[in-house]
């Protein structure tokens, strides 16, 4: 069974910086698109980053283009987002959610098989 697993997330201020960890089983995880999703309160659960694992093919959402990246550890099967620069809008609840087997870039909460249980980060001053 396909199971994700995040860790990282926490409070910081404005302009501060966090890394989430994504740890990944059950599922061979080169075959995969793994991505990071926020849903902050009273909103829809979007997506902020994603990797196709197939095609090294990355998506940013404009937003966070320039001050979060999204990189791997094939060894030890864990996507990482480091945020940088962080906004209280970047506020959320982030969410690893994980599709495949696929050789293309999805990247929408819909779209995905499978979720972990979320971590939460606070941007406040």
């Known amino acids: 069974e396909a199971q994700l697993a995040e860790s990282g997330g926490g409070s910081v201020q404005p302009g501060g910086s966090l890394t989430l960890s994504c740890a990944a089983s059950g599922f061979t995880f080169d075959d995969y698109v793994i991505g990071w999703f926020r849903q902050a309160p009273g909103k829809e659960r979007e997506a902020v980053s994603c990797f196709s694992r197939a095609d090294g093919d990355i998506y940013y959402r404009p937003s966070v283009e320039g001050r979060f990246t999204i990189s791997s550890d094939t060894a030890k099967s864990t996507v990482y987002l480091r945020m940088t620069s962080l906004k209280p809008e970047d506020t959320a609840v982030y969410y690893c959610?994980?599709?495949?087997?696929?050789?293309?870039?999805?990247?929408?909460?819909?779209?995905?098989?499978?979720w972990g249980k979320g971590t939460r980060v606070t941007v406040s001053s």
């Open positions: 959610g994980a599709i495949g087997p696929i050789t293309t870039m999805i990247c929408y909460p819909r779209g995905m098989d499978y």
